[in-house]
Each structure stands twice: as structure tokens, then as C-alpha cells.
């Protein structure tokens, strides 16, 4: 790794990009080194890749990014650079099926056009993430759960698990490439936690739903209560910044200490709900906040939401927001899903720090910076 993408990781991609994103308009479009594409690029980590490749300074670049995604980016994304081409296919079969068979046929059907067709593709970045380590919802608390912190060496759980699908999908697609000219393709496999970041059109992002939460209790003047259980507000977790799980793909992309490995990617820090993220959500907006009162208090939040799309309707007239639907924005379920949960989230870092990434963030930053109401 050179000393210039050292600096790149350690400093944070996201920190300059505004410059960084003048500079190249100011420049006039430069010759490609690399192409990149970005498979699920309005999620949150392929917004924010999709965003991050075509910076002047991203290692290995100047970077062709192609966008593939089912639905075009929402109406208020800024527009992209010539760099990047958007298509919008949908991967999945039309037909219904369960999660873990529409996820591994979706990738199935990527790595059967793009492996054997493209003679230069160089590298192929899996994400997946800690459930990796937990096993889906349906498993908590039925299978044998692995001791924290989660390091990538543990075993894979005995339990049916389509990140498990996925990988070997993965593995398979490049074993059966073939020899000759630009045959060996290296593969990174990263598995985030919990990730903070900004795309509406995410099903799991929380941190658009908390901050329509807010916004429609201070609508209402009522306080922002806890709709979770004890475990979650009183339990250390660790999170991923999206900008820093996009940050780590690009890097295994490019340094030959990455390739052919598995890596955890978390902001490096924990934190609590109670301590950190519910009294920054609440002061962001202004609010009181309320904490855990029991389970005889409790209410989910899908239950505290429901019917509230007239409210939304209001607020996104009274802010001059881009129109938009309730469900479009939040996701109740996710929500309940997540704060109903009594594990808590912690992995290691020191394998990505031991191959020579050092990217970090200080979790609580996307609450404070993403208000989609101001």
C-alpha cells in the first residue's frame, strides 16, 4: 500500500468529498483506470460508493462506475457525474419466494453474466454482515450463539443462512472461471453491523425511520419514547457508517493485503442507545425523550405510527420537502425488528487493521447530520 491510500483510509473518504467533487467537475472528465459495478447501488452502501468512486482521489481510479439497481435513485438524489452510468434491472425472479432463495438467486444471476464474460475483471467484493455470526432473526435463541466479540475465523452456525449461500455461490462462480489470460479474480467478503448511513430506498435503514419518527412526535408534541426492549437500551453495540463499509470495499479492491479475505467492518467504537444515539436523536429535533418503562409501557413503534400518513402529509408540505409517502421513508417493521432483539452487536476490527485498513468512524455522526425535517 502506498503512503498516498494509507492517508486516503486513515482520514476518511467522506471528510473531503464535497471538495474533492469540485474539483473533478472543475477538471473535465479524465481517462478511466479502473471500472466498478455496483450491484444494489441505492442501498446504503452503494449510495455511498456509487458517490465515493469517482472522487479524484479515490485510490485506483479515476474509476467508470456502473449503477445497477431495481428502482431509479430517488428524486431529490443530486445529479451523477458523466462517470457514472445508472441501469435499472431487477435481478430476482418475478415469482415469490423466500428471503434467503430470492438473495442467493439474485447473485447467482450477477456472477453467471459478469464471471465468464468480462476477461479484465480483476475482483469481486461480497457484503453480507454480522448475522453471519448470529444466523437470521428466526434463529435467536435457538441455536448456539458464538461468544463476543465476533472475529471473522469462527464457524459457521448450524443454521440454514443465505449469507453462508452467497459466499459459496462466490467461491464457486470464480473456481469454475477457468485458466487462461485474466482468469484469477480475487474476492473480498465484508460483513458489517448495524449500518448508519442515507437511501431511502434501503428496506433496513434506521436511520431515515428514527428521524421520521422524531419528526412526526414533534409534530404532534409529544415526547420521543423508547419503543424497544431493555436488553437494546441498555446494551453496547457497535455500528457501520455506510461511507466507511464503502471506504473498506474500495480499499480490498485495490491493496493486495485484502484479496481472498473475509473482513468485519464497524466503526471501531460502541455505544448504548440510552447513552449515545436516543439523546442525540431526541436533541436533534428538539425533543424530550423517554427511556425503557417496563414492558407493560412498552409500544412498538409500528403501533405508534399506524395511521399517521396524514401527519407525514402535513409536515412534508409544511417543510417544502420532496413529496413523498409514509411508507417510502420508514420502515416500522425494521425498527421493531431491531430494537426488540436482547443480543448484543460487538466485533472485532483487528483483522482489517492487521491487513492495513485503519478507516474509523465516530458512531452518532450520521444523527447528527442526516435531518431530513430542517
Known amino acids: 500500500m502506498t503512503t498516498s491510500s494509507r492517508s486516503w483510509w486513515w482520514r476518511g473518504a467522506a471528510l473531503k468529498r464535497e471538495d474533492e467533487q469540485q474539483v473533478a467537475a472543475a477538471a473535465g472528465p479524465p481517462p478511466f483506470r479502473s471500472v466498478a459495478l455496483v450491484v444494489g447501488s441505492t442501498s446504503l452502501v452503494g449510495t455511498s460508493l456509487v458517490d465515493m468512486l469517482p472522487l479524484p482521489g479515490t485510490p485506483g481510479g479515476p474509476w467508470k462506475v456502473y449503477a445497477l439497481s431495481r428502482r431509479p435513485p430517488p428524486p431529490w438524489s443530486p445529479p451523477p457525474p458523466a462517470s457514472v452510468t445508472h441501469f435499472h434491472v431487477d435481478l430476482s425472479d418475478s415469482g415469490a419466494a423466500q428471503n434467503r432463495e430470492v438473495n442467493s438467486a439474485m447473485l447467482r444471476n450477477v456472477l453467471a453474466v459478469v464471471v465468464p464474460s468480462c476477461p479484465a475483471l480483476a475482483h469481486v467484493s461480497l457484503q453480507t454482515g454480522t448475522k453471519h455470526y448470529m444466523g437470521p432473526p428466526e434463529a435467536f435463541g435457538r441455536t448456539a450463539a458464538l461468544d463476543l466479540p465476533y472475529t471473522e475465523d469462527m464457524p459457521r452456525l448450524d443454521w440454514p443462512n443465505f449469507y453462508y449461500n452467497q459466499e459459496d455461490l462466490l467461491f ?9 489470460e485474466g482468469a484469477a479474480v480475487s474476492w473480498s467478503v465484508h460483513r458489517p453491523n448495524l449500518i448508519l448511513g ?7 435503514n434506521i436511520v431515515c425511520s428514527l428521524c421520521v419518527y422524531a419528526a412526526i ?84 413503534v409500528s403501533d405508534a405510527m399506524a395511521g399517521k400518513e396524514a401527519v407525514w402529509a402535513e409536515i412534508v408540505e409544511e ?3 420532496v413529496p413523498t409517502q409514509l411508507h417510502e421513508v420508514a420502515n416500522w417493521w425494521f425498527v421493531d425488528a431491531l430494537f426488540s432483539v436482547k443480543l448484543e452487536f460487538l466485533d472485532s476490527m483487528n483483522k482489517s487493521k492487521e491487513h492495513g485498513f485503519f478507516g474509523f468512524r465516530k458512531t452518532g455522526t450520521p444523527m447528527k447530520a442526516y435531518n431530513i425535517v430542517h
Request: contains cysteine; hydrophobic residues 40%.
Open 198 to 204: 442515507l437511501s431511502p430506498r434501503s428496506a433496513m
Open 172 to 180: 464457486d462462480a470464480l473456481a469454475r472461471r477457468g485458466g487462461g
Open 319 to 321: 417543510k417544502q420537502l
Open 217 to 300: 412526535c414533534r409534530k404532534e408534541g409529544v415526547p420521543l419514547r423508547w419503543p424497544g426492549s431493555l436488553g437494546t437500551w441498555e446494551g453496547f453495540s457497535s455500528a457501520s457508517d455506510a461511507d466507511l463499509v464503502a471506504e473498506q470495499q474500495i480499499w480490498a479492491a485495490v491493496d493486495p493485503m485484502a484479496k481472498n479475505e473475509a473482513f468485519n467492518c464497524s466503526n471501531g467504537d460502541v455505544y448504548r442507545w440510552r447513552q449515545q444515539l436516543w439523546p442525540i436523536l431526541a436533541g436533534r429535533f428538539g425533543l424530550e425523550w423517554v427511556g425503557y418503562e417496563g414492558e407493560e409501557k412498552r409500544v412498538k
